[in-house]
């Protein structure tokens, strides 16, 4: 049974981790990973075909502890144990639940001191007993003597005088004065550990198609326990196409992963002489995992060619490989009788509006099952890839945009080139890059 440390508007953990509000997914479930033979049957609870519009849960059935994940930005926004019985609770150092504490309305006063009223929810038939970032629900129906209730207390505030032995519930974690309306709060400092985040990616584009990246960046100081640099720093950095190897590196640092392309899965449409000839180098990927971000070298010139940007929705093969990348993109709609107009695409927007902006249905999609990857199994089911604009949108069966690919202009090189493949057609053509550019490191893990 676990031990655990509640900490009110911040978090819930003991000495070896600690779930903060605030804490990315990713953290959270490498924590998981890590105390796997502790915390066992952990359900990952989404909806599939509005990920937007429901919390993500990590839910630790055995624990009886569920982590709810705003569905925008990913952090986490509620801590809640939904089943005492099966944890250890205690308040600075003193258990107010445990095998021998059971947590009794008198309990929790004497653990946590006085605070306002209990407030009746009667759509979940719940009092709910409030602190600062900390609530107790108490359910009427397993109580022995009928609570005193009064509506219209004094000055209007709900009041409810609690039976003696009523016992909680549920617990929750959260961040403001108000359980109903709160929010993930920002990124904790002790989550940054050494890393640097994405706070947004804008596409800069010039006439002919994207062009490169703007990044707004957050980092806090070096890792765990640094006292000298305790504050989050916000700054901008740009890459463009044909950016050197050297270049991206002074630019947004190492990155976590380098993964070199291994095989061209479109070389049966290259001319003959080409099919037989082997590779003398690779292109490869430097994998920004934080950003959400994978970035392609030309292995022969050592510069940018592609850039790959990932949204993370629950539902895709890759999902929390990446963090979510808060892309904006500007897209050129060509009218009949008009000029042309930018539209903004950003990390939210569904391929069928997408869509309707351009006025015309895009062409056939790609269709990608992600066979060739080393686990040939991917119980998530195709996706769907479409070309615009020097860009490849891989979207999911419920219209949301699983990735975006940016490729600048067609360069000459020993490699096979657009113009070497006339009997080709557009969606073919599109059908190649998308290949050519899935087949990395990070994509197969």
């Known amino acids: ?37 502790i915390i066992k049957n952990v359900q990952v609870l989404y909806s599939e075909q509005s990920p937007l519009s429901h919390d993500l849960i990590l839910n630790l059935t055995q ?43 008198e309990q929790i006063d004497q653990s946590f001191g006085a605070t306002h009223p209990g407030v009746y929810n009667s759509a979940e038939q719940l009092f709910h007993l409030n602190f600062r970032g900390l609530s107790f629900s108490f359910q009427l129906d397993s109580w022995t003597e009928t609570p005193k209730y009064e509506p219209n207390f004094a000055h209007g505030l709900a009041s409810l005088q609690i039976p003696h032995g009523a016992t909680v519930k ?17 990124m904790p400092l002790s989550c940054f550990l050494g890393n640097v985040y994405a706070e947004n990616v804008d596409v800069l584009r010039d006439g002919t198609g994207p062009s490169g990246l703007r990044l707004r960046l957050l980092t806090a ?17 740009c890459v463009y196409f044909g950016d050197s190897c050297q270049d991206v590196l002074s630019t947004l640092g190492s990155p976590h992963k380098v993964f070199y392309k291994s095989e061209d899965k479109m070389k049966i449409h290259s001319p003959s002489p080409h099919k037989q000839v082997p590779s003398k180098c ?12 994978d970035i392609l ?49 950003t990390t939210y927007s569904k391929w069928d509006s997408i869509q309707d902006l351009l006025g015309h249905p895009v062409e056939k999609p790609v269709v990608l099952h992600r066979s060739s990857s080393p686990n040939n199994t991917n119980p998530f089911g195709s996706t769907f890839c479409f070309g615009l604009q020097r860009m ?22 020993s490699q096979l080139r657009t113009s070497d493949l006339p009997h080709l057609s557009t969606q073919e053509r599109c059908g190649k890059e998308i290949l050519s550019t899935l087949h990395h490191g990070a994509w197969n893990c």
Not at 83 to 95: A, F, I, N, P
Not at 170 to 186: E, H, V
Not at 282 to 293: E, K, M, S, W
Not at 311 to 333: A, D, S
């Open 282 to 293: 690779n292109d490869y990927f430097f994998n920004y995992f934080t950003l959400g971000v």
């Open 63 to 105: 624990d009886g502890i569920k982590l709810l994940f705003d569905a925008f930005n990913q952090r986490l926004k509620v801590i809640e144990v939904y089943d005492l019985t099966k944890v250890k609770l205690k308040y600075c150092g003193v258990h107010f639940n445990s095998q021998a504490i059971a947590p009794t309305i």
């Open 170 to 186: 549920r617990m929750y974690i959260y961040n403001g004065n108000s359980l109903q309306d709160t929010k993930a709060p920002l």
């Open 392 to 413: 490849i949108f891989e979207v999911m069966q419920n219209n949301h945009i699983a990735s975006v690919t940016l490729y600048g202009p067609t360069r000459p090189s």
């Open 221 to 237: 100081g070096c890792g765990p326990g640094v006292l000298a640099d305790a504050k989050m720093r916000v700054f901008e950095r």
């Open 1 to 37: 049974m676990l031990d655990l440390e509640v900490v009110p508007e911040r978090s819930l953990g003991n000495e070896q981790w600690e779930f903060t509000l605030g804490m990315p997914l990713a953290q959270a479930v490498a924590i998981l990973q890590k105390h796997c033979r």
């Open 297 to 345: 070298f030309d292995a022969n010139t050592h510069k940018v060619k592609k850039f790959v940007l990932h949204t993370n929705y629950p539902g895709h093969y890759n999902f929390n490989i990446y963090h979510r990348c808060e892309f904006k993109i500007p897209l050129v709609i060509k009218r009949d009788s008009a000029d042309s107009q930018t539209e903004t695409c």
